[in-house]
């Protein structure tokens, strides 16, 4: 029955007889592909009987180069020419019923009738087929198939391919189509075959059967009268409430994770200019905005001039959204706030003033609407890891990518020039200056390379939820959050902090909802920054004491 | 009696008491007697309570360097206390003809809540209107200020206040109308609020409330209490130093502050007519930063100035050129904290007392 077992026997000896047409491999002796082929040029006889006998036959040969020729007569797209040869009508290009069969049509083509009684016999046969075809996607559909229509008919077929089936994710989906099939047996040994397969399996979707057949109905009877059914019941039951908790679990995480390296993106630009300058910025968040509208004038100007290139779109974003928060920092820096170092008070209202320009100047040039950013196509998707735990790929390159920003931060800080005198001009900048650092200069490269950190998050951000005017506004409270939880001038106290803001959030929702899990999250910093204001980790030292 | 002229004289001297009698006779008396239009009483009216934030505001920022960015917070629970009041006084003249206020019924709740009960009397909201924002303020203020949180941190934690308290206020569950707040107010102690008269003797309320706010604040910085909050302000360490506690004068002037944006609230809500989450909002404490900058800080009549030129501006400015009032209130942002960090009065005060 199974071909493919069949299928590489014979591909052996072609291969050694014909190393280089292991292509053959794929194709049948010459016997069977005339047994095919008349099986289905008998697809057109209009003897019911003959039919239903070449139907017959064609289904228990399972060879799945029948099933287009199959799927064709059930959908009535399947027709004969004056010859006695069929073919495939789809919606005008004719082509071979057989498969491989170089033959073109003799004469005009008729439909063949199919009465209903013919396809009640179609479907099983189709399925059958499928169960047996090359392609895994197909054969898995076919399972779940027949699990959504029990019949004896089709359960006959489950266990044959049970049996035969060599890939793991489909021989999974048979068993639960069995078990799903024999749930609803009245032998009772079927049943507990069938719910000890399950307890193995931990799909959570059996949580409602195996509910009721650990509960009574309304009136004190059981609903399985078989106590061992029970018994297996309700151990599976445990077993896939558990893994609902895993999974609920690993979602959590990653979601946290997620949500994390976003705040993360966020925060890191503010650790630099608010831990490390003392600059308190609140147009922070109006440089997420500007990478992100970056972002999206990047995707028009692809969408223009490149749209065969639309998927790389988001690789120029990056830098292109650097260079403009980047620009927009140092023209910031060099105009007012360097004017304002030291009254960290002036500063944050200073900046707001920005802040409600940068937004008011975004809203005229793009409207007060949020606009569409697209995800690229290898960003859309994503990939099952437990049933019910997506890793959708925008969070997944979010992650990886705000670990490649930390990797970059972490580089211009400890091994350039630039960060060797940055460092020095936080730890004393009199002294800096003293050996000939240009501390202005110094400052003006790190408050536009942390502006540029946020414009990179506002890459991500655009891949992760709407783009308007008011993006920032929305991360400003967290990103300030996570720098005063992490503490000031350590890079691990930022990550740390952004992390476990975002795995408490996610982690709080189910509990509380997602207000009040925010709410609780502000309540314990306050708290927390009572007992240590100076956060997670701390700088010890001299320098340690400021503002 | 002496003794009473004599601290009279060190709160103003005596053109600066002529010039607030007269101020106050046009604002409470003249401005009341002749016929405002209706839309002017509330508009001034609304003002004024900003002005007493303003006010509120400057003896924390102006005096005792505490820049505060959760103010709104304690101005909107001063406006829910007597919003709640008012909620409760529509009785069955609500859309769904219950005793229960209209949003309770959509929620389908069956009775108040506990925190509802008592709010049907006047004299208890009044005081919640100002005890509750007290109190808040207290104990978030005992907690900071025993941590010594100062400067900017102190400014975030406060900003987050707000963030929270917002969010929690728009929350259904709450039990304060989420979203949409507290509205469709239709009397206060059995006047109408719809009245013209009603709404005049609100105006002339709240004057009175703004000058008794002024009064008291003067009062405060020109006493010793007044010099130590300048102390601090100026120099915290050295105040440690000569045998004060701080973390006191503080959460005194720290609590006070909030009490008196409680009353602002309370004045500003019957007024106004509605009180929702978004007067929590942290960009509406920011701009009560600015109203006070752009006053003078350190003034107190400059804050209240600031107040009500900002205002008066956003009010013109967003009907005649919405587009612009964002980059107007930006560039006061700036040009403020760049150019005249003593703010428009500080910088008329030649003798440089206000702001050093």
């Known amino acids: 029955m199974r071909s493919p077992t069949r299928n590489r026997s014979w591909l052996l000896a072609a291969l050694f007889a014909f190393v280089a047409l292991a292509w053959v491999g794929r194709s ?76 073109a049509p003799v004469g005009a083509l008729t439909a063949v009738e199919v009465d209903n009684s013919m396809r009640r016999e179609l479907g099983p046969a189709l399925a059958a087929l499928r169960l047996s075809a090359p392609e895994k996607d197909v054969r898995l559909a076919a399972a779940q198939e027949l699990a959504g229509h029990p019949s004896d008919d089709a359960t006959v077929l489950l266990r044959t391919a049970e049996k035969n ?70 151990a599976t039951l445990k077993a896939i409430e558990n893994k609902i908790a895993l999974i609920s679990v690993v979602g959590n995480l990653f979601y946290g994770i997620s949500l994390g390296s976003v705040l993360l993106l966020a925060a890191l630009g503010l650790a630099i200019t608010f ?81 409600l320009i ?156 997602a207000v009040l899990g925010k709410i609780f999250i502000l309540g314990f910093i306050i708290l927390f920054v009572q007992k240590r204001p100076q956060g997670l980790f701390a700088l010890k030292g001299r320098f340690a004491e400021v503002g | 009696m002496s003794a009473l002229t004599t601290r009279l004289g060190e709160m103003h001297g005596k053109r600066g008491w002529i010039a607030l009698a007269a101020t106050f006779a046009v604002v409470g008396v003249v401005l009341p007697l002749v016929h405002m239009p209706d839309y002017l009483v509330a508009l001034l009216g609304k003002f004024f309570c900003y002005a007493i ?80 924002p007290g109190l808040l303020a207290y104990v978030f203020g005992y907690f900071a200020f025993r941590s010594r949180i100062k400067g900017v941190y102190f400014s975030i934690i406060t900003q987050a206040l707000t963030f929270a308290l917002m969010l929690l206020f728009f929350r259904n569950d709450t039990g304060f109308g989420g979203n949409n707040g507290l509205t469709d107010f239709k009397q206060l102690y059995g006047y109408p609020l719809a009245d013209p008269h009603v709404k005049l003797g609100l105006y002339v309320i709240t004057v009175v409330a703004l000058f008794l706010t002024y009064l008291l604040c003067r009062f405060l910085v020109t006493a010793k209490v007044g010099r130590i909050l300048r102390a601090i302000r100026d120099a915290e360490s050295r105040v440690m130093f000569c045998g004060y506690d701080p973390k ?73 050129l919405p587009e612009a009032w964002l980059y107007i209130l930006g560039a006061l942002f700036i040009a403020v904290t760049l150019f005249v960090p003593k703010g428009v009065i500080g910088s008329l005060d030649k003798s440089g007392r206000a702001f050093s």
Request: negative net charge; proline residues 4%.
């Open chain 2, 53 to 132: 934030v303003a006010i509120a505001m400057d003896l924390i920022w102006g005096f005792t360097g505490i820049l505060s960015l959760g103010h709104g917070v304690f101005f909107a629970i001063g406006g829910y206390a007597i919003g709640m009041y008012l909620m409760l006084s529509i009785g069955e003249q609500g859309v769904y003809r219950s005793k229960l206020p209209d949003f309770m019924v959509f929620l389908d709740w069956k009775e108040l809540p506990w925190f509802w009960r008592a709010s049907d009397n006047f004299l208890f909201s009044c005081l919640a209107a100002l005890v509750v």
């Open chain 1, 358 to 513: 940068l937004i008011q100047t975004v809203r005229v040039i793009y409207g007060a609407q949020n606009v569409a950013v697209a995800n690229p196509d290898w960003l859309s998707g994503g990939w099952q890891l437990l049933p019910g735990v997506v890793l959708t790929y925008s969070r997944l390159v979010v992650i990886v990518f705000s670990a490649a920003v930390l990797l970059f931060t972490w580089f211009v800080m400890n091994r350039t020039k630039l960060g060797l005198e940055l460092r020095a001009v936080v730890q004393n900048r009199e002294m800096a200056a003293a050996i000939g650092i240009a501390t202005r200069r110094v400052d003006m490269w790190t408050f536009g390379i942390g502006s540029g950190i946020a414009g990179l998050g506002g890459v991500a951000l655009s891949q992760l939820g709407n783009v308007g005017p008011e993006l920032g506004q929305n991360y400003i409270v967290d990103s300030f959050m996570v720098v005063v939880l992490g503490g000031v001038g350590k890079m691990a106290g930022t990550v740390v902090g952004a992390m476990g803001l975002g795995i408490a959030n996610k982690f709080l929702e189910p509990f509380a909802g």
């Open chain 2, 248 to 320: 006191k004068y503080k959460l005194f002037v720290w609590t006070l502050s909030a009490v008196l944006c409680g009353l602002a609230g309370a004045l500003y809500v019957p007024q106004v007519g509605i009180i929702n989450p978004s007067e929590m909002q942290p960009s509406n404490s920011i701009e009560m930063a600015i109203w006070v900058a752009v006053g003078g800080r350190a003034t107190l009549v400059g804050a209240a100035v600031g107040a009500l030129l900002i205002n008066a501006a956003k009010s013109y400015f967003t009907v005649a």
């Open chain 1, 28 to 103: 049948r002796p010459a016997w069977a592909d005339d047994t095919l082929a008349s099986d289905i040029d008998h697809l057109g006889s209009t003897d019911p009987v003959a039919l239903h006998d070449t139907v017959d036959h064609l289904a228990k040969a399972g060879d799945a180069r029948a099933l287009p020729a199959l799927q064709a007569l059930d959908d009535g797209k399947l027709k004969m020419d004056t010859a006695g040869h069929a073919f495939i009508d789809d919606n005008g290009s004719v082509k071979s019923a057989v498969p491989g069969a170089n033959r």
């Open chain 1, 165 to 234: 089936e060599k890939d793991p994710d489909v021989h999974a989906e048979i068993v639960l189509a069995l078990a799903q099939v024999d749930l609803a047996s009245n032998d009772a040994n079927r049943r507990l075959a069938a719910v000890v397969a399950l307890q193995q399996s931990g799909d959570i979707s059996f949580k409602g059967d195996m509910e009721r057949l650990t509960t009574k109905d309304p009136q004190g009877e059981f609903n399985e009268p078989d106590p061992r059914v029970r018994q297996a019941a309700a």
């Open chain 1, 275 to 355: 831990g490390l300058m003392r600059v308190i910025n609140m147009a922070h968040g109006e440089m997420l905005m500007l990478g992100a509208y970056a972002t999206f004038s990047v995707q028009n100007f692809f969408a223009a001039h490149f749209p065969n290139h639309m998927n790389w779109y988001l690789v120029a974003a990056v830098p292109a959204a650097f260079l403009l928060s980047f620009a927009v920092g140092v023209l910031l820096e060099r105009t007012i706030i360097q004017r304002l170092y030291g009254r960290p008070l002036e500063t944050l209202l200073a900046t707001w003033g920005i802040s």
